[in-house]
Nanobody, 120 residues
Framework: QVQLVESGGGSVQSGGSLRLSCAAS????????MGWFRQAPGKEREGVAF???????SYADSVKGRFAISQDNAKNTLYLQMNSLKPEDTAMYYC??????????????WGQGTQVTVSS
């Protein structure tokens, strides 16, 4: 059974930093694409950052230069370092796994989410 458990969310002021973690189990994550998504109230879910099985990262334009995705295969853990946070980054953040190793397909497994709130 695949399990993804996010942690690290919280409330910070604008300009602050947070690091999200996603502890994963039940899947060969070294052979998967992993990603972070977010959804703000009243808005559609959007992809934030992705990392392929080979370690290639990609980001939404809105977070480029501020967020960094990484993974520790030995710990089966995915991270999202978020710096220079803005109020518009406020959302529920989810990690997800896709069996499409180059991140071109759908994500079949999702965590329960962790809330990030950025105040101005």
């Amino acid at each position: 059974q695949v399990q993804l458990v996010e942690s690290g969310g919280g409330s910070v002021q604008s300009g602050g930093s947070l690091r999200l973690s996603c502890a994963a189990s039940g899947y060969p994550f070294s052979s998967a694409c992993m990603g972070w998504f977010r959804q703000a109230p009243g808005k559609e879910r959007e992809g934030v950052a992705f990392i392929t099985s080979s370690g290639s990262a990609s980001y939404a334009d809105s977070v480029k230069g501020r967020f960094a995705i990484s993974q520790d295969n030995a710990k089966n853990t995915l991270y999202l370092q978020m710096n220079s946070l803005k109020p518009e980054d406020t959302a529920m953040y989810y990690c997800a796994v896709s069996r499409y190793v180059d991140c071109t397909g759908s994500f079949g497994y999702w965590g329960q989410g962790t809330q990030v709130t950025v105040s101005s």
